[in-house]
């Protein structure tokens, strides 16, 4: 397997060398002080990045951006709870299934693919005992960014939790918990983070923590009491990720030191807007209302598979853009503008693009 193929999918995506080179040393030991305070130092930059409010905590599990997803609903909600779930693509179903499984009570706003939710929707569940909204920042399946400023005052509003799927968004597009009223946000190691795979993380406001400390969990592995608990020593209760955790510490000291959240955020729109310009010519259509700045999903104004499109590219061009699954296999592929990626690079795939333009394979 060629590992070092351009790629410019959602995750896991290219990482910067100095993160590859410290990749290959050996994972240490853990339960140790000097891991315990990288852990500290991590948490205190994710709180930091989000705005989060003062008092606000992270926790670190071991498991995709989903163990987080479920570690989420599982923690913060019970019988008690009325819940709004949107659900806009394959990442929206994914909160619904998880809703069902653990017999929540809940009502779905299925958004049609690539629409936006507006406050016109979220207005007809007002003054209905409401206790919390579930969704995604950007729904990475259709590419749409939602208005998170718009929901949060909705949920401000009518008193209820706002739970923020950010897997694909943190550090693509700004996220303001303070601003935007987020209750809990949820992140993964391979999005925008641009790390390996294998580690989430779940930063969590008063709202959030009061919530999690008054449940009754029937887990062991999620149980958000204990990985609070272990993280005051900065802990986690089972063997983390440690090597993911490391190279976590050296991604957001780096960010920190180079402008912040804010100039990853720049340089993403920026490397969004290069590969928008680039397509202008060629028969495709931007797929959503809003687009995020992680991905541009597209579709061919020819009726070109889209499924196909990703696997001449990947077969003939050994560069990787992002297929969909499900329904939307054959509609819409992605390219991602999230991790390690310079114009130099963009500019190989547009080569690419308009190379297969020319042969009519657009
Ligand atoms: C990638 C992603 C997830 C989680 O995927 P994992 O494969 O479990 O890491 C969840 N939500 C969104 C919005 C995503 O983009």
Sequence with gaps: ?????????????????????????QVPYFRTPEFSEIMLENEKLLCE???????????????????????????FFNKDDKLLVVNGGSFGHRLVELCQIHNLNFTEIKLEYGTSLTEDILKKYENSGYTGLLMQQHETSTGVLYDLKMAGAFCKKNNMFLLVDAISSFLADELDMQAMNVDAVIMGSQKAVALPPGMSFIVMGKKALDRVQNNNMTTMYFNLQDYLKNQERGQTPFTPAVGVLLLLNSRLKNIKENGGAKAVIAHTREI???????????????????????????????????YDIFTKVKDEYK????????????????????????KEQVQVLLDALHQMNTKGEL
Excluded: W
């Design 49 to 75: 990045f989000l705005n989060a409010p003062s008092g606000s905590r992270a926790v670190f599990i071991t498991g995709s951006g989903t163990a987080s997803m479920e570690a989420s609903v599982m923690n």
């Design 1 to 25: 397997m060629d590992r070092n193929m351009l790629n410019f999918t959602v995750g896991p995506v290219m990482m910067d060398d100095y993160l590859l080179k410290e990749n290959a040393d």
């Design 319 to 342: 560069i990787f853009i992002c297929p969909n699954g499900g329904e939307l296999k054959d509609l819409i592929f992605r390219v991602g503008h999230i991790g390690s990626i310079s």
């Design 272 to 306: 969004a807007k290069y590969f928008r310009d680039g397509i202008k010519d060629l028969p495709f259509k931007m797929f959503p209302q809003s687009p995020a700045s992680a991905v541009t999903a597209l579709t061919s104004t020819n009726g070109k598979s889209a």
